[in-house]
């Protein structure tokens, strides 16, 4: 019996050793931002969604953000070789994006005002105040290339349960809770590569 418990130490002691994965704790938030996100449904998270700080997968330079379409991850990059990993849902395949970009603005409970294009395929989408049900959730950080409007967003949403999936019109959405995580961290002009 002691042997085996022994055994089953080491084991668990070994698999432990092994985890790179640390939570980040929940950011500060208003009393605005609690009272919407309440608002909004609660979903089931798998956790390896989760806000975690890993070992830097990446190799770009602190401060960078890197957005990996098929693993569903958003990677902010820390010093010491170290990032947050996010889960974010992407675009599917016909309305994905990829490239290098820049956070032109920020804005917190921002309106959506939904392109041309967009309204073209469905027509039943339109102009929506900030606030709970409002696609773009809790924060928007707009990206550019150079001075043009890629008209692609990281953003919080309101389908937190898709969260992991590729079904938006292209943008990367975050739970409310990690896009108001990034927006605290992140300044304008903060690089942006979605691969």
Not at 3 to 9: A, E, G, H, K, T
Not at 121 to 136: D, E
Request: charged share 25%; hydrophobic share 35%.
């Amino acid at each position: 019996m002691r042997l085996s418990s022994l055994v089953f130490l080491l084991a668990t002691m070994a698999a432990l050793a092994g985890c790179t994965f640390k939570g980040i704790p929940d950011p500060q938030v208003s009393a605005r931002d609690s009272e919407w996100m309440a608002q909004v449904p609660p979903a089931q998270e798998e956790p390896r969604y989760g806000r975690y700080l890993i070992e830097d997968p990446t190799g770009e330079a602190p401060g960078t953000i890197v957005v990996d379409t098929k693993q569903r991850f958003l990677y902010y990059v820390m010093p010491n070789k170290q990032a947050i990993r996010y889960g974010v849902t992407v675009g599917d395949e016909a309305y994905g994006w990829t490239g290098t970009s820049r956070v032109a603005r920020k804005a917190e409970w921002p309106d959506w005002n939904p392109p041309a294009e967009m309204k073209a395929r469905w027509p039943h989408v339109q102009f929506t105040k900030g606030g709970p049900n409002n696609p773009l959730g809790a924060r928007a950080l707009y990206l550019y290339e150079g001075n043009k409007d890629t008209l692609y967003r990281i953003h919080g949403t309101n389908e937190p349960e898709k969260i992991g999936q590729a079904v938006s019109s292209g943008c990367i959405r975050m739970r409310n809770i990690d896009v108001i995580d990034l927006y605290n961290r992140v300044g304008l002009n903060t690089k942006v590569i979605v691969r």
